[in-house]
């Protein structure tokens, strides 16, 4: 059974980082281009950040770029999102997201389909302080 589950979430006053963590368990995780996506109360759930299968591409959204940072780790088969600079409107569920095998789109494709993804994570709750 493949199952992705995320970790790292908290509590931070604006200004802060977190760093949140997403294992693929069951996952041919160095095929699988993976993303991060988050959904704030009676908002629609967003991409926020999303990677290729060696994490030679990504995409970030305008609202977190030159704040966060994607990475993997295959030999870990583990995904990370480094978000520094918090400010109160990333306060939000994150989830993170695997697609399983191909056909291969581009970063930005994924994050702007999020149907495109096989298998997500139960989320982790951000929430940033002013």
């Known amino acids: 059974q493949v199952k992705v589950v995320e970790?790292?979430?908290?509590?931070v006053q604006a200004g802060g980082s977190l760093r949140l963590s997403c294992t693929g368990i069951g996952l041919?995780?160095?095929?699988?281009?993976m993303g991060w996506f988050r959904?704030?109360?009676?908002?629609?759930?967003?991409?926020?950040?999303?990677?290729?299968r060696n994490g030679g591409s990504t995409y970030y959204a305008d609202s977190v770029?030159?704040?966060?940072?994607?990475?993997?780790?295959?030999?870990?088969?583990?995904?990370?999102?480094?978000?520094?600079?918090?400010?109160?409107?990333?306060?939000?569920?994150?989830y993170c997201a695997a697609r399983e095998k191909g056909p291969y789109y581009s970063t930005t494709?994924?994050?702007?389909?999020?149907?495109?993804?096989d298998h997500w994570g139960q989320g982790t709750q951000v929430t940033v302080s002013s």
């Open 39 to 52: 959904q704030a109360p009676g908002k629609e759930r967003e991409g926020v950040s999303c990677i290729s």
């Open 109 to 117: 494709y994924y994050c702007d389909h999020l149907t495109q993804f």
């Open 28 to 33: 041919p995780f160095e095929d699988s281009p």
């Open 7 to 11: 970790s790292g979430g908290g509590l």
């Open 65 to 94: 770029k030159g704040r966060f940072t994607i990475s993997r780790d295959n030999a870990k088969n583990t995904l990370y999102l480094k978000m520094s600079d918090l400010k109160p409107e990333d306060t939000a569920m994150y």
